[in-house]
Antibody, heavy 118, light 106 residues
Framework: QVRLVQSGAEVKKPGASVKVSCKASGYTFIGYYMHWVRQAPGQGLEWMGWISPNNGGTKYALKFQGRVTMTRDTSISTAYMDLSRLRSDDTAVYYC???????????WGQGTLVTVSS | SHELTQPASVSVSPGQTASITCSGDKLGDKYVCWYQQRPGQSPVLVIFQDDKRPSGIPERFSGSNSGNTATLTISGTQGMDEADYYCQAWDSSNVVFGGGTKLTVL
C-alpha cells in the first residue's frame, strides 16, 4: 500500500534551517509529484510548493520563494523540504503529499512538527 | 492570487444533511477537491474533480461545483463526520486551499 513516512519533530532557533524528509513506498516514486503543505497551530492548510521526482523540477509558492528548497533522492524514494531563515511563525506541522497531476492529493504523510523558538 | 472562501463553522444534527460551501472567482471553471481533517490527524481526500469519491469514502459524501461556488454535501451526517473540511483548487500551477470549515454534529 502507498505510504509516505516523514522524519521526526524538530526544534530550531530563529534564523536556523530545517530539513524534513518524506520516504515514499508502495508506488513508483517518479510517477507522481510530491507537494508540501504546512499547518500552523489552530490554522488552515498552506501550500508551499511541489517537486517532480522524475526530473527534479520545482514550483514554489510566492511566499516561500528564496527560503524553501525541495529536492529528492530517487535511489531511496525520498523527498526533502528545506526551509531556511526560520522565524517563530514558521512553527507548524509540515506535510508531504502525493499529487496526481493537476488533480488530487490522495496520500498524505503523517506530518512533522517544526517548532521555532529561542 | 486565487482565493477560496469557506464559512468558519457549520452545525448539523445527526442524521441531517450538512452543506459546506467554497467560493471563488469562476471556481466552476476549475476542478475542486475536498479534504477531511479530524483532530490530530492528517487530512484525507473525500471528493476530487468536483464530485468523485475515492474508494473507501462513504456514499453520503457528495460534491458539486458551478459558477463561483463548490459545495460539499454530507447526507445522513454521523458523529464521526465531525471534523475540519478544506476545499482546494488549482490556480495556474499553484495550489490554493480554502480557510477550512469546522463541522459540528450536535
Amino acid at each position: 500500500q502507498v505510504r509516505l513516512v516523514q522524519s521526526g519533530a524538530e526544534v530550531k532557533k530563529p534564523g536556523a534551517s530545517v530539513k524534513v524528509s518524506c520516504k515514499a513506498s508502495g508506488y513508483t516514486f517518479i510517477g507522481y509529484y510530491m507537494h508540501w503543505v504546512r499547518q500552523a497551530p489552530g490554522q488552515g492548510l498552506e501550500w508551499m510548493g511541489w517537486i517532480s521526482p522524475n526530473n527534479g523540477g520545482t514550483k514554489y509558492a510566492l511566499k516561500f520563494q528564496g527560503r524553501v528548497t525541495m529536492t529528492r533522492d530517487t535511489s531511496i524514494s525520498t523527498a526533502y523540504m528545506d526551509l531556511s531563515r526560520l522565524r517563530s511563525d514558521d512553527t507548524a506541522v509540515y506535510y508531504c503529499l502525493r499529487g496526481e497531476g493537476y488533480s488530487k492529493f490522495d496520500y498524505w504523510g503523517q506530518g512533522t512538527l517544526v517548532t521555532v523558538s529561542s | 492570487s486565487h482565493e477560496l472562501t469557506q464559512p468558519a463553522s457549520v452545525s448539523v444534527s445527526p442524521g441531517q444533511t450538512a452543506s459546506i460551501t467554497c467560493s471563488g472567482d469562476k471556481l466552476g471553471d476549475k476542478y475542486v477537491c475536498w479534504y477531511q481533517q479530524r483532530p490530530g490527524q492528517s487530512p484525507v481526500l473525500v471528493i476530487f474533480q468536483d464530485d468523485k469519491r475515492p474508494s473507501g469514502i462513504p456514499e453520503r459524501f457528495s460534491g458539486s461545483n458551478s459558477g463561483n461556488t463548490a459545495t460539499l454535501t454530507i447526507s445522513g451526517t454521523q458523529g464521526m463526520d465531525e471534523a475540519d473540511y478544506y476545499c482546494q483548487a488549482w490556480d495556474s500551477s499553484n495550489v490554493v486551499f480554502g480557510g477550512g470549515t469546522k463541522l459540528t454534529v450536535l
